[in-house]
């Protein structure tokens, strides 16, 4: 990924701002990047906990894959997350497969063919989740997802007093530093995530689908460990540990992006099978 080479052919991508209405009548705001010579293959690629397109690894993956793939990239913020409508919810893994599923289809009605879906941390969930579900899309890159999720629900709300507080009232509000309300958690979004099966799903995957999991040696949020759990369960699956590199890939965001274009550009693209319903 040359600095020169890559700055000329910055100067040839189309970067656009773009609304589609998810099945429960939300709006979901991304950004369509894309040379200026229409390509029909897209890569979709999906953020974390509480976080949004703009995360700076997802902005640089989605600007490789146009500069150096030739395809087209989309990334978008899920329902109650950045730019798009809707409410903020904790847990809601399948909420986001299914906004998810309305990008997908979104792009298909345009003509455009889906080579790959990227998500990172929490979107690393939605993207195996979705190819657990519907089958559909050939590529999958999972970047420092959680396999088990009963775990950092503690660090994440505030400690066990808090976990508590929460059983006993039936919801949590969780602020920041500043004691500004982030966010209210009750009982049913714990419920939901803790039934929220990544075994089930990983075995799930058809041998079909090629999954990439990336992760981070030094992840402080994620353990590396999660990824080895994926290996073991995903038949198609390829893992990669960036040594040194924490969850959002701070130091390591050229290196991240290679990675993935080497795996897309691995694999052919080939037309997608019917999706199972």
């Not at 609304?19 to 390509?39: M, P, Q, Y």
């Not at 079909?208 to 353990?223: F, K, M, N, Q, Y």
């Amino acid at each position: 990924m040359g600095g020169n080479s890559s700055s000329a052919a910055a100067a040839h991508v189309v970067v656009e701002k773009l609304e589609v209405v998810n099945a429960a009548g939300v709006k979901l705001v991304g950004i369509l990047e894309e040379g200026r010579k229409r390509r029909e293959e897209l890569c979709i690629l999906c953020h974390g906990f509480q976080s949004s397109k703009e995360l700076p690894a997802l902005v640089t993956i989605a600007a490789a894959v146009v500069q150096e793939a030739g395809m087209s990239s989309f990334r978008f913020d899920f329902t109650g997350n950045g730019e798009s409508g809707g409410e903020f919810a904790y847990g809601n893994y399948w909420r986001e497969v299914e906004d998810l599923r309305a990008v997908v289809e979104f792009w298909r009605a345009r003509g455009r063919r889906i080579v790959a879906l990227i998500g990172h941390s929490k979107g690393g969930n939605a993207v195996l989740l979705y190819a657990s579900k519907y089958q559909d899309v050939g590529i999958i890159v999972n970047i420092s997802g959680r396999f088990d999720l009963r775990r950092g629900i503690r660090g994440r709300l505030g400690g066990k007093e808090r976990l508590q507080q929460l059983k006993e009232d039936g919801f949590l509000d969780v602020r920041d530093n500043a004691g500004n309300l982030e966010f209210r958690v009750v009982k049913q979004d714990i419920q939901e995530r803790l039934s929220t099966d990544m075994h089930r799903a990983s075995i799930s995957i058809p041998h079909r689908c090629r999954v990439l999991t990336i992760h981070g040696s030094a992840d402080e949020l994620v353990p590396v460990e999660d990824a080895h759990e994926f290996a073991k369960r995903i038949s198609n699956h390829v893992i990669r540990i960036m040594e040194g590199a924490d969850h959002k890939y701070k130091l390591q965001q050229q290196e991240i992006a290679s990675l993935i274009l080497d795996f897309l550009q691995s694999n052919p693209v080939e037309p997608p099978p019917q999706a199972s319903l």
